[in-house]
């Protein structure tokens, strides 16, 4: 037989080799989530700032400032970045978190309106997410982070609003920011 | 023995595109150099090879004045592919239960 034909065996080795490494290299860029999760701290952080008059500017505008930062910054990262190859993990985490980051939008569009926190609404679409990713990683960080992320939105409806905004930005840090900084590999 | 497996995927860097291409939506070419570690040229030659029976789709474009290849498997490819670790399968007595 010549070297270039596989015997039965050696395709299913050839199969498996390829299938358990090519699985392992492909990683989902963090710096997106930690981006996020970052500038969601420093916009809740800021507004609790403005909210005790130590900054004097409108309430609203950190959520307009630091989102800015976050979409110009995306832009460019996703622009600028090496494409690499999507495994069918990926491209479900990245759809997920996409359609999770509207439902976010959304979410906080709702509770203005209405004139409502919109934390408890932020912080279960977080840990849904985180929680997802975690399952799906088998990473016991992440799950753990997101039912704290879920805790979080459960205790944001008992204490007062800007006792919220220190939460969310406490929880956007532990329970989003650390555990993609500590985590190298999906 | 072995005429009933597709001497089209009967090859070892062949066996290995398509076995990478299963686990990705889409790969880039570089990304199959890698995982492959075979040559440039035959790597583009073993890809011809599948795009021609129609088993992978081949997109040829541009980022950052570079060319970029993006290689995905089809629908053919991935009943061909299917069928393959059928035979496989069949030739190691393997079935659902002891796989």
Redesign the interface.
């Known amino acids: 037989?010549p070297k270039?034909?596989?015997?039965?065996?050696?395709?299913?080795a050839?199969?498996q080799k390829?299938?358990l490494?090519?699985?392992q290299?492909?990683h989902i860029k963090r710096k997106f989530y930690i981006l996020w999760g970052l500038l969601i701290a420093i916009a809740s952080f800021s507004q609790y700032a403005i909210q005790l008059n130590l900054i004097p500017l409108p309430w609203y505008s950190p959520w307009i400032f630091f989102p800015g930062i976050g979409f110009i910054l995306s832009i460019i990262w996703g622009l600028?970045s090496k494409?690499?190859?999507?495994?069918?993990y990926n491209?479900f985490v990245l759809t997920m978190w996409f359609t999770l980051y509207i439902a976010m939008g959304l979410s906080l569009f709702v509770a203005l309106f209405n004139e409502i926190s919109p934390f408890p609404y932020l912080l279960i679409c977080v840990g849904t997410g985180t929680n997802i990713s975690g399952f799906l990683m088998k990473n016991r960080i992440f799950i753990i982070s997101g039912i704290m992320l879920g805790l979080g939105a459960i205790y944001c409806l008992f204490i007062p609003f800007h006792q919220q905004l220190l939460l969310n930005g406490t929880c956007m840090i532990v329970g989003n920011v650390l555990p993609n900084l500590i985590t190298h590999h999906v | 023995m072995f005429n009933e497996l597709d001497p089209l995927l009967n090859s070892p860097v062949r066996l290995a595109i398509m076995s990478i291409l299963l686990t990705v939506k889409h790969a880039h070419f570089n990304d199959l150099l890698k995982e492959t570690q075979t040559t440039q040229g035959n790597l583009s030659h073993q890809l011809k090879k599948l795009h021609e029976a129609q088993y992978i789709y081949i997109e040829k474009t541009y980022k950052n004045n570079y060319p970029l290849t993006i290689i995905s498997l089809s629908e053919k490819g991935k009943i061909a592919f299917e069928t393959y670790v059928e035979n496989i399968k069949k030739y190691l007595h393997l079935n659902e239960n002891n796989t």
């Open positions: 037989m270039t034909l596989l015997n039965p065996n050696e395709s299913l050839i199969i390829v299938v490494s090519t699985r290299d492909y600028s494409k690499s190859s999507l495994s069918y491209h």
